[in-house]
């Protein structure tokens, strides 16, 4: 890709977190994702031959996509895709949070979009925090030999609600009994409410013989990013599981290569923000009953957080599959005491937040 860009005479940016890259030359501005096999060019998607792939320090990509790529724009085939992709050169890492960026929705599940504003969630100061306890009514999530997922989020959730408003944030739940809401719901709520972040709370579970569910344990947190592991594919299908279920609308357990490459543009806005949040949340966790499961973060297409328009994280608390975690999980001290940990967290993550804002001479 970087010979390709000598070629076109652009210049080429890379941003790791999101595994995502532009070539920015004079005619064109082109993105791409590595593992997702499509392309825009000035804001126009088209399928590549290929997905470009991380290979020994460089991006790779298939001849023909090369030569589609050094050829005039009219060589390519547009798929007709209404989708409101900034066309210009993306920003720097350094300013992800610019709120002078695109502020405009590129996805289908926000019903009112509302119109954009001076400064977005993720670089504004932290005051609205959504909360969303994962299922609800007749759809109780996982369960452990004696506990639902549903009944431990409500719990946890609650008591996280009381820490954050004893320490002045603006604190919602998108829901608060035991009722069933759609996942597309959720997120809808959040953007109504003008939230700052997006919590979505959960448990684990996997369905396996006994001494599986003994060794598989521990706590992750996921944003949206394309996964990279079918265990972090199927913890997403898990999630999603209860729309096409229950029939919601535009219910689907996976993201398509093009819906992934469209929330592309509209995620940048977020991911770095969405990152800060689970560094926080990584750091407060240390130490605690539950232990990390893995690295501790994982990306996958998480419904619940595909229309969320500010940064938004998974928690999967621990396991309710395995005995110890569902124990903990369940008891009041340390229901609590996750509780205390994420409120921490977004502690941490307004001050951070705001110390950013202070580099920039806003107040
Ligand atoms: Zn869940």
Same mark, same amino acid.
Request: positive net charge.
């Given at each position: 890709?970087?010979?390709?860009?000598?070629?076109?005479?652009?210049?080429?940016?890379?941003?790791?977190?999101?595994?995502?890259?532009?070539?920015?030359?004079?005619?064109?501005?082109?993105?791409f994702?590595?593992?997702?096999?499509?392309?825009?060019?000035?804001?126009?998607?088209?399928?590549?031959?290929?997905?470009?792939?991380?290979?020994?320090?460089?991006?790779?990509?298939a001849?023909?996509?090369?030569?589609?790529?050094t050829?005039?724009?009219?060589?390519s085939?547009?798929v007709?895709?209404?989708?409101?992709?900034?066309t210009?050169?993306?920003?720097?890492?350094?300013?992800?949070?610019?709120?002078?960026a695109?502020?405009?929705?590129?996805?289908?599940?926000i019903?009112?979009?509302?119109p954009?504003?001076?400064?977005?969630?993720?670089?504004?100061?932290?005051r609205?925090i959504?909360?969303?306890?994962?299922?609800?009514?007749?759809?109780p999530?996982?369960?452990g030999?004696?506990?639902?997922?549903?009944?431990?989020?409500?719990?946890?959730?609650?008591?996280?609600?009381?820490?954050?408003?004893?320490?002045?944030f603006n604190?919602?739940?998108t829901?608060?009994?035991?009722?069933?809401?759609?996942l597309?719901?959720?997120?809808?709520? $959040?953007?109504?409410?003008?939230? &700052?972040?997006? /919590?979505?709370?959960?448990? +684990? *579970?996997?369905?396996?013989?006994?001494e599986? !569910?003994?060794?598989?344990?521990?706590?992750?947190f996921?944003?949206l990013? $394309?996964?990279?592991?079918e265990? &972090?594919?199927? /913890?997403?299908?898990?999630? +999603? *599981?209860?729309?096409?279920?229950y029939?919601? !609308?535009?219910?689907?357990?996976?993201?398509?290569?093009?819906?992934w490459?469209?929330?592309?543009?509209?995620?940048?806005q977020?991911?770095?923000?969405?990152?800060?949040?689970?560094?926080?949340?990584?750091?407060?966790?240390?130490?605690?009953?539950?232990?990390?499961?893995?690295?501790?973060?994982?990306?996958?297409?998480?419904?619940?957080?595909?229309?969320?328009?500010?940064?938004?994280?998974?928690?999967?608390?621990?396991?309710?599959?395995?005995?110890?975690d569902?124990?903990?999980?369940?008891?009041?001290?340390g229901?609590q005491d996750?509780?205390?940990?994420?409120?921490?967290?977004?502690?941490?993550?307004?001050?951070?937040?705001?110390?950013?804002?202070?580099?920039?001479?806003?107040?």
């Open positions: 890709m970087e010979s390709i860009a000598r070629e076109v005479k652009g210049s080429f940016h890379w941003y790791p977190v999101q595994k995502t890259f532009s070539i920015v030359s004079a005619r064109d501005t082109l993105k994702a590595v593992g997702i096999p499509y392309m825009a060019r000035n804001g126009r998607t088209s399928q590549l031959t290929q997905a470009p792939q991380l290979h020994s320090g460089h991006i790779w990509i001849e023909d996509d090369a030569k589609k790529i050829t005039k724009p009219v060589a085939e547009p007709p895709v209404k989708t409101a992709e900034p210009k050169p993306a920003a720097p890492i350094a300013a992800k949070v610019d709120p002078k695109d502020t405009k929705p590129a996805t289908p599940v019903v009112k979009p509302k954009p504003k001076a400064e977005i969630a993720g670089s504004r100061e932290v609205t959504v909360i969303d306890p994962g299922h609800g009514g007749k759809d999530g996982a369960s030999k004696r506990a639902q997922e549903k009944d431990i989020v409500l719990a946890v959730a609650k008591l996280l609600r009381k820490n954050l408003a004893d320490e002045g604190v919602k739940l829901r608060s009994k035991d009722v069933f809401i759609e597309g719901q959720r997120a809808n709520l $959040a953007n109504q409410w003008d939230g &700052d972040l997006f /919590i979505s709370l959960h448990c +684990n *579970a996997i369905d396996a013989t006994e599986r !569910k003994r060794i598989i344990q521990g706590y992750q996921y944003v990013r $394309a996964p990279e592991s265990e &972090d594919k199927a /913890i997403a299908r898990r999630e +999603n *599981a209860v729309a096409t279920l029939g919601e !609308k535009n219910a689907k357990d996976e993201l398509s290569p093009l819906e490459f469209k929330l592309e543009a509209r995620l940048e977020y991911k770095q923000t969405s990152y800060l949040f689970t560094e926080k949340l990584l750091d407060s966790f240390e130490g605690g009953k539950i232990k990390k499961m893995n690295t501790g973060v994982g990306g996958a297409g998480f419904m619940v957080l595909v229309g969320a328009m500010m940064p938004a994280v998974l928690i999967e608390l621990g396991f309710i599959s395995n005995e110890e569902e124990a903990y999980m369940m008891s009041k001290v229901q996750l509780a205390d940990r994420i409120a921490e967290a977004v502690s941490k993550y307004k001050d951070a937040v705001h110390s950013y804002r202070e580099t920039l001479g806003r107040d």
